[in-house]
């Protein structure tokens, strides 16, 4: 079935610093998604990518989808502590699912 | 604003005890899914549905089933809870087309603890 990897499991930065959060599948993707956790919150949607090569940024965040289609990330600049969460991409599965890697924990100190 | 609200926040019960899990949401969309969630594991797909009276098995469905009588409502079922089933379960819904599942809304989560 679908595999997703999703690296590093736990990121801790300074705060100001970058991060960079990666998602890699083992076939060729329709899509991805980018979801952000908050502690004790639920997972919400940040971005949708569709289109081999896509970048798209949010403010400080810039989500990026590689030319295979198979690879993509989440780089955060000049992290803030409001940036503490976890994130999550999310593959389409061939069934219409969503199928999710199992995170990247970022811890920011002040 | 979608709303996807799940009966319970937390649930303690006892091992063998069905368990019922329901939510509802207020967006008529098609699609609904079931996630559990543990330390170190992600989200993991319990069961989906795309229309009503329409399930699909994700990657963990033992030891669980699901009901969708109407559109808005999705429930999951525990026929006799298990310790390993001591979770926070995740509703969530979309309104995809065809492969594209689109934007997930979750529910807060049920935490359940089966002693």
């Known amino acids: 079935g679908q595999q997703v990897m999703q690296i590093p499991q736990y990121q801790h930065v300074q705060e100001g610093e970058d991060f960079t959060t990666y998602c890699n599948s083992s076939?060729?993707?329709?899509?991805i998604q980018w979801y952000k956790q908050r502690p004790g919150g639920h997972p919400v949607f940040l971005i949708q990518?569709?289109?081999?090569?896509e970048v798209k940024k949010q403010k400080r965040l810039t989500f990026q989808f590689g030319e295979a289609k198979k690879n993509s990330s989440l780089h955060i600049t000049a992290t803030q502590t409001t940036d503490v969460g976890t994130y999550f991409c999310?593959?389409?599965?061939?069934?219409?699912?969503?199928?999710f890697g199992k995170g990247t924990k970022l811890s920011v100190k002040p | 604003d979608v709303k996807v609200t799940q009966s319970s926040r937390y649930l303690v019960k006892r091992t063998g005890e069905k368990v019922f899990l329901e939510c509802v949401q207020d967006?008529?969309?098609?699609?609904m899914f079931w996630y559990r969630q543990d330390p170190g594991l992600g989200l993991r797909l319990i069961y989906f549905?795309?229309?009503?009276?329409?399930?699909e098995k994700g990657d963990i469905p033992e030891g669980y089933s699901v009901s969708r009588e109407k559109k808005e409502r999705f429930s999951l079922i525990l026929e006799s809870a298990s310790t390993s089933q001591t979770s926070m379960y995740l509703c969530?819904?979309?309104?995809?087309?065809?492969?594209?599942?689109?934007?997930?809304?979750f529910g807060e989560g049920s935490r359940l603890t089966v002693l």
């Open positions: 969530a819904s979309s309104y995809g087309e065809g492969f594209n599942t689109g934007e997930l809304f």
């Open positions: 549905s795309y229309d009503v009276k329409m399930k």
């Open positions: 999310a593959l389409g599965g061939s069934q219409g699912n969503l199928i």
């Open positions: 990518l569709v289109k081999s090569g």
């Open positions: 076939t060729t993707l329709s899509n």
């Open positions: 967006m008529d969309h098609e699609n």
